[in-house]
């Protein structure tokens, strides 16, 4: 079987020069004499490997140096838990926008610590959309403030963010990062687990500002303290490190492309192809509001009901896969985050309108 267009959600595709890459090195790795998988993350070779993923991540966003980056295990889920009990210690409390199944997770973890206020959410709306912050009541002694960014399984993005007085805006950015430069310096975290836009699972990157790497109880684990990953460079304990080296494989393949300014643009192009289809036809329904469109997840579903699994089936025949729309939400669901190549996009769009012809 040739390799398809995998439009899945998470994992995800990876460039192929990156997957080529890793397969030229895969049993002996720059004359190491052995896999990266075999290495002790302690060599050198390794050490460099890790340092020069963290330098080209720091690069791309133009991290500043008051920020520590940390590639951690335990997914973004994880973060859930790490959040407030490292910067949920001051006052106790935080705020939440509520956009989707990934915000309510993070709501019900960080309930099990601190209080939690929502401040506003589209659950009355399937959560189709953004809700307005322009009005939010931001409590300034709120520990931190909290979004996801982008809603992996409903299709929607944040484009701005609220001034939150100084509270620390933390985000989830597992399912848009790296794909458009951001102001690393509007944020107190930004987490994301790899396997999405930067590799195969089990590496998850915190972007973590230093004054927030502050003193935590006694009674929370070490493994669970920022502290502990920062003061040991990802390395207190075995870090997942052939995630990190793929993951540092696409961080040089976003460089040489052109950073993210370049994928910014490629990934406008890409959702641009699609809404604009979209918008041109009653065939199929875009559900979510436009100005709340996300660039990576975009979801539709056909206007008659009973054609989503024909369209799901057809498409996979011809080389498409992994459109089916999350459960909660049915239809269709085209991820198209940074390694999908346009090609793949302009394919799907094709095929889209040889159903819809096929079908009216
Ligand atoms: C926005 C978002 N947050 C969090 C997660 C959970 O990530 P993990 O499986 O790495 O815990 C996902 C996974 O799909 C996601 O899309």
């Given at each position: 079987?040739?390799?398809?267009?995998?439009?899945?959600?998470?994992p995800?595709?990876?460039?192929?020069?990156?997957?080529?890459?890793?397969?030229?090195?895969?049993?002996?790795?720059?004359?190491?004499?052995?896999?990266?998988?075999?290495?002790?993350?302690?060599?050198?070779?390794?050490?460099?490997?890790?340092?020069?993923?963290?330098?080209?991540?720091?690069?791309?966003?133009?991290?500043?140096?008051?920020?520590?980056?940390?590639f951690l295990q335990g997914g973004?889920?994880?973060?859930?838990?790490?959040?407030?009990?490292?910067?949920?210690?001051?006052?106790?409390?935080?705020?939440?926008?509520?956009?989707?199944?990934?915000?309510?997770?993070?709501?019900?973890?960080?309930?099990?610590?601190?209080?939690?206020?929502?401040?506003?959410?589209?659950?009355?709306?399937?959560?189709?959309?953004?809700?307005?912050?322009?009005?939010?009541?931001?409590?300034?002694?709120?520990?931190?403030?909290?979004?996801?960014?982008?809603?992996?399984?409903?299709?929607?993005?944040?484009?701005?963010?609220?001034?939150?007085?100084?509270?620390?805006?933390?985000?989830?950015?597992?399912?848009?990062?790296?794909?458009?430069?951001?102001?690393?310096?509007?944020?107190?975290?930004?987490?994301?687990g790899a396997q999405?836009?930067m590799g195969p699972a089990g590496m998850t990157?915190?972007?973590?500002?230093?004054?927030?790497?502050?003193?935590?109880?006694?009674?929370?684990?070490?493994?669970?303290?920022?502290?502990?990953?920062?003061?040991?460079?990802?390395?207190?304990?075995?870090p997942p490190t052939y995630s990190i080296y793929v993951a540092?494989?696409?961080?040089?393949?976003?460089?040489?492309?052109?950073?993210?300014?370049?994928?910014?643009?490629?990934?406008?192009?890409?959702?641009?192809?699609?809404?604009?289809?979209?918008?041109?036809?009653?065939?199929?329904?875009?559900?979510?509001?436009?100005?709340?469109?996300?660039?990576?997840?975009?979801?539709?579903?056909?206007?008659?009901?009973?054609?989503?699994?024909?369209?799901?089936?057809?498409?996979?025949?011809?080389?498409?896969?992994?459109?089916?729309?999350?459960?909660?939400?049915?239809?269709?669901?085209?991820?198209?985050?940074?390694?999908?190549?346009?090609?793949?996009?302009?394919?799907?769009?094709?095929?889209?309108?040889?159903?819809?012809?096929?079908?009216?």
């Amino acid at each position: 079987m040739e390799r398809v267009y995998n439009f899945s959600a998470g994992p995800s595709t990876l460039p192929e020069e990156v997957l080529k890459t890793a397969a030229s090195e895969l049993v002996n790795y720059q004359d190491a004499g052995m896999s990266v998988m075999e290495m002790s993350h302690r060599s050198a070779a390794y050490s460099k490997i890790i340092e020069e993923a963290k330098q080209d991540f720091i690069d791309l966003l133009s991290i500043p140096d008051n920020y520590e980056v940390l590639f951690l295990q335990g997914g973004a889920s994880l973060q859930f838990a790490m959040i407030p009990l490292n910067i949920g210690t001051k006052n106790k409390k935080a705020q939440f926008i509520n956009t989707g199944a990934w915000s309510k997770k993070a709501i019900s973890e960080a309930k099990k610590f601190i209080d939690v206020e929502v401040l506003a959410s589209s659950e009355d709306d399937t959560f189709s959309y953004i809700p307005d912050l322009s009005k939010i009541d931001i409590d300034p002694n709120s520990d931190y403030f909290y979004i996801t960014s982008n809603n992996t399984i409903y299709g929607t993005e944040f484009t701005s963010l609220p001034d939150t007085k100084g509270v620390p805006v933390v985000a989830d950015m597992s399912s848009n990062i790296l794909s458009k430069p951001i102001n690393v310096s509007d944020y107190g975290i930004i987490f994301a687990g790899a396997q999405k836009n930067m590799g195969p699972a089990g590496m998850t990157v915190v972007i973590i500002r230093k004054d927030l790497i502050g003193e935590v109880p006694e009674t929370v684990p070490t493994m669970l303290k920022y502290s502990t990953h920062a003061e040991n460079d990802s390395m207190f304990n075995t870090p997942p490190t052939y995630s990190i080296y793929v993951a540092g494989l696409v961080f040089k393949w976003l460089k040489e492309n052109g950073g993210l300014e370049a994928i910014e643009k490629i990934n406008t192009e890409k959702a641009d192809l699609l809404y604009d289809y979209l918008d041109s036809t009653d065939f199929y329904v875009a559900p979510v509001d436009k100005a709340s469109r996300s660039k990576m997840n975009v979801t539709f579903i056909c206007k008659d009901d009973a054609l989503n699994a024909d369209f799901i089936k057809e498409a996979a025949a011809q080389g498409m896969v992994n459109l089916k729309g999350h459960r909660s939400v049915g239809g269709m669901r085209a991820s198209i985050y940074n390694a999908m190549p346009v090609e793949g996009v302009q394919k799907l769009v094709d095929f889209m309108k040889a159903f819809e012809a096929k079908h009216s």
